[in-house]
């Protein structure tokens, strides 16, 4: 039997990216680069699913400017 990738199975959640969300992030915004760093390695491991909405912020557009380089 074929083990699939599990990352083909997980959406990356976005909310985090372009505004402070979560109960410990408090103060900080991820860089782009950061973002880059994390959307880079979720698709290089199988990941294709990408949570976001337009009350996520900036996060589309985020997302969408790290997309144009895959």
Same mark, same amino acid.
């Given at each position: 039997?074929?083990?699939?990738?599990?990352? %083909?199975? @997980?959406?990356?959640?976005?909310?985090? *990216?372009? !505004?402070?969300? #979560?109960?410990?992030?408090?103060?900080?915004?991820?860089?782009? %680069?950061? @973002?880059?760093?994390i959307?880079?390695? *979720?698709y !290089?491991?199988? #990941?294709?699913?990408?949570?976001?909405?337009?009350?996520?912020?900036?996060?589309?557009?985020?997302?969408?400017?790290?997309?144009?380089?895959?």
């Open positions: 039997m074929e083990e699939k990738n599990l990352l %083909s199975k @997980i959406a990356l959640g976005t909310a985090s *990216f372009g !505004n402070v969300y #979560g109960v410990l992030n408090k103060n900080k915004l991820s860089s782009f %680069s950061e @973002i880059g760093s959307v880079e390695t *979720f !290089n491991n199988g #990941g294709y699913i990408i949570d976001t909405s337009s009350g996520y912020e900036k996060s589309e557009e985020i997302i969408g400017n790290l997309l144009k380089d895959f």
